[in-house]
């Protein structure tokens, strides 16, 4: 019972934090997926891209937080493009099953060997939460049964992109109510989170190219500000590109426990058309739950791929 409690405890700590987002934002976004944060990115490329991930955190520990997602984004026409993320989020008793559609407009700027690009994004999801508690033995003020409930979400975003630079801002949580179990009745949520990220491809031909990058994020609700710094670095060979990511996340916050850091590796490989990545992340500071690692592979491949346009970074050539 001591360990179901500890369990249960813990679960609804970071419940309360990660339900601030449809899905919990991650630092997978590195592995080419940056349509799960913003929807201004479906279709951005020269290719639709369909990619999977799968993590799992807290290695060992019963019923520890993991979360799988699908998403598949392409150009439809010249300027429009369409996309859809569905994810399954579980964390302890609790989790969260959804569905997200996003349509996006890409407005062409530039001319010549320099591309340019402004582009916008809609998303629109349905989300069930689900609380499991037909484990729970031995305590009668506990109903040993599932309770759920649903709500809508909308997010719009902004890019930027100009050769090397490419620059998001996206605005989550525009639209937000949610059921409460206890009582059935709708809640209003203030939980937007405005999120800014920008970076810079510098490209060295026959070397080694590289991507600083950063990404901002403030929580109106809660007033938390959260930044990670980025360096991505790729290496060109006949049919593959061998890249690497380096990514540290810093939450700026009163409390002890949410001014939380992390330091998260990713390796992966592109050969052809395919991609995987694998993701490892630990919890820096005094204060940390077990051996607090994370675990996420990526699996991926870029379809209906078009000719590559004007000199631009990954973002937008993503067939190397």
């Known amino acids: 019972m001591y360990k179901k409690l500890l369990i249960v405890l813990f679960s609804f700590g970071f419940f309360s934090v990660f339900s601030q987002e449809t899905f ?4 997978d976004y590195l592995s080419d997926n940056l349509f799960l944060i913003h929807p201004s990115a479906a ?10 991930t799968g993590r799992k955190q807290w290695q060992g520990v019963p019923n520890a937080p993991e979360l799988q997602t699908l998403s ?7 300027n429009t493009a369409f996309g859809f993320v569905a994810f399954n989020d579980k964390n302890g008793y609790h989790s969260q099953k959804g569905i997200q559609a996003t349509y996006a407009y890409h407005l062409e700027m530039g001319s010549g060997s320099v591309f340019e690009q402004l582009s916008f994004g809609l998303s629109a999801t349905a ?16 109903a040993q049964l599932i ?5 809508f979400n909308a997010d ?13 801002f996206t605005v989550k949580n525009l639209l937000l109510s949610a059921k409460n179990n206890l009582n059935n009745s709708l809640e209003p949520l203030d939980l937007r989170n405005y999120i800014f990220s920008a970076g810079y491809f510098f490209d060295y031909r026959e070397k080694v190219q590289f991507e600083p990058s950063f990404m901002l994020q403030l929580r109106e609700g809660t007033g938390e500000k959260i930044a990670d710094f980025n ?7 006949n049919k593959s590109t061998l890249w690497a990511a380096m990514s540290y996340r810093r939450s700026f916050d009163k409390g002890a426990i949410e001014n939380s850091q992390y330091v998260t590796p990713v390796v992966g490989i592109n050969y052809e058309q395919m991609m995987i990545s694998y993701t490892y992340t630990k919890q820096l500071g005094d204060i940390v739950f077990a051996d607090a690692t994370y675990h996420q592979i990526t699996l991926g491949i870029n379809v209906f791929c078009r000719k590559q346009r ?8 993503a067939s190397f």
Not at 43 to 48: E, K, L, M, S
């Open 127 to 142: 989300v069930q939460n689900q609380t499991d508690q037909r484990t729970f033995f031995g305590d009668g003020a506990v």
């Open 156 to 168: 719009f975003s902004v890019a930027y992109h100009r050769g090397g630079l490419s620059s998001y």
């Open 147 to 151: 309770e759920s409930s649903s709500y």
């Open 43 to 52: 279709g951005i490329g020269n290719c639709g891209k369909i990619r999977f």
């Open 72 to 78: 598949f984004h392409n150009r439809l026409g010249d």
């Open 231 to 237: 360096i991505k670095v790729y290496k060109k060979l």
């Open 24 to 27: 919990p934002i991650y630092s």
């Open 310 to 317: 004007a000199a631009a970074c990954p973002n937008i050539n």
